[in-house]
Each structure stands twice: as structure tokens, then as C-alpha cells.
């Protein structure tokens, strides 16, 4: 039997505050596809957009399927502030790609480190993940310097086809082992959720 991958309620842990994450629902959607057609998310993003709210709806039903996959909105108090998704969860190797973005990155400037730092416990603790991967556009500066601000280290880059055969990308890869977060985790919280609150 394949494990159940999204928390039944919202998810938070001790030092997270008001924070939280939660299963992406089908009443997040109109809120998360004005996020995703946005110019700062779209250029961040590996698929070319834009697409339609059609499109987005086909997609969270196809997605809704998948034991694979696993998306969730991050927030904080009674805000929904981003998106962050677990992909290509191997229950054997134990291993996922996650990927994430803000809302609204420049309103929302901060929660970055606070999302990746609650994120990252999530998959390490609630999904068993052992190793989890990720890839940044080449040109996404606040990509590369944020995964290595989360201690994520960088295991190369790959030259990727983008879909609609267009012209293939350089993406830089990133690898965090579980490792490596039990040694990093309870400085994140520290830096990210403030003094005293790591547990
Ligand atoms: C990437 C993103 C999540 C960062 O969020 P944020 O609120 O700016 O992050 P924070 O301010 O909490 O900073 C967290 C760390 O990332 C680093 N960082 C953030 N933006 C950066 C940038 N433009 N260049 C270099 N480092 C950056 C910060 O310096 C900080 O490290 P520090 O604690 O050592 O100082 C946000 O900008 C975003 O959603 N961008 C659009 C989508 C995207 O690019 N997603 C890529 C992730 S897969």
C-alpha cells in the first residue's frame, strides 16, 4: 500500500509559530494560478507559461492522482503565502525533488527561509524522505543563492529540454541527505524562526 503523502489538517511543528502547511485543495486553485501566472513566478518556473485556468485545473486533477507527488500551501496566521511540491517521491530510494515558490516574493520577502526550513522537516519527518533533491533555472540567482542559504549542496548541472520542443535549458542541481538537514536543522530554525525557538 502506498503511504498516505498529504497531512490530514494543516501541519506545523513546535518553533514554526503561526505557520503552517496544508494540502493544496481544490479552494486554493483560482489564489494559486494568480500566483503561478504571475511575471516573477513564471520566470522561475522550468514549464513555460502562461496557461489557462482550464489548464490549471487539468493539472491539479491530474496531479491529485498521483501517490508521487505531493503539493501543499504554505501559510501563516490566516494567509496562504506559496506552494511548495514534493515530486517524484521514490518510497524505496526514499528520495524526492521539491520545488517552491511565494505568492508574492516581494510582499512575502523573509518567508522563504521560514517555508524551505518547515518544508524540509515536513519531508524528512512526515513523508520519510532520505534525500531530497532540486534544480534551479541557471539564471534564477534567488534560486541558487536560496538553496544554498538552506544548506543544500550543489551536485552539478544538467541541460533540459523544456516541453513544446524548445530549446534545452542549463538547470544547477541540488541535494540535501537526511544527513546533512539533522546537522543544519536546528541552526535553520534558529536563523529562521528566531532565537530559542529551535525543537
Ligand atoms: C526563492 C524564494 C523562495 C526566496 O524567498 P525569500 O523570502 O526571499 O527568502 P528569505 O528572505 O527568507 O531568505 C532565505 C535565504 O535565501 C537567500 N536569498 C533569497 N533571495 C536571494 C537572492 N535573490 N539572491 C541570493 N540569495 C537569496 C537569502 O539571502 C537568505 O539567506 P541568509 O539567511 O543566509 O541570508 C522567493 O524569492 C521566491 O519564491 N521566488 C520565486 C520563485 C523561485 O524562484 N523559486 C525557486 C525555488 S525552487
Redesign the pocket.
Known sequence: MVARKHPENRWTAPYAGVCWLTALSVDDLELVFGWRSSE??Q???FTLGPITFAEHVEWFRRISSRPTQCHLVYGCGDESL?VVSFKAIDDVQRTCE?????GN?IR?????????TLSLDFAFSHIAIDTVR???LES???????????GFHETGSVMKARPGGRAEISLRTFEMTRAQWDGIREGLIR??FGAGSAS
Open positions: 516573477a513566478i520566470a522561475s518556473m506559496g521539491w520545488g517552491l515558490y511565494l516574493p512575502s520577502k523573509g518567508h522563504g527561509g521560514r517555508m524551505g532540486a534544480q534551479a534564477n540567482n534567488a534560486s541558487i543563492g536560496y538553496h544554498a542559504a538552506m536563523r529562521y
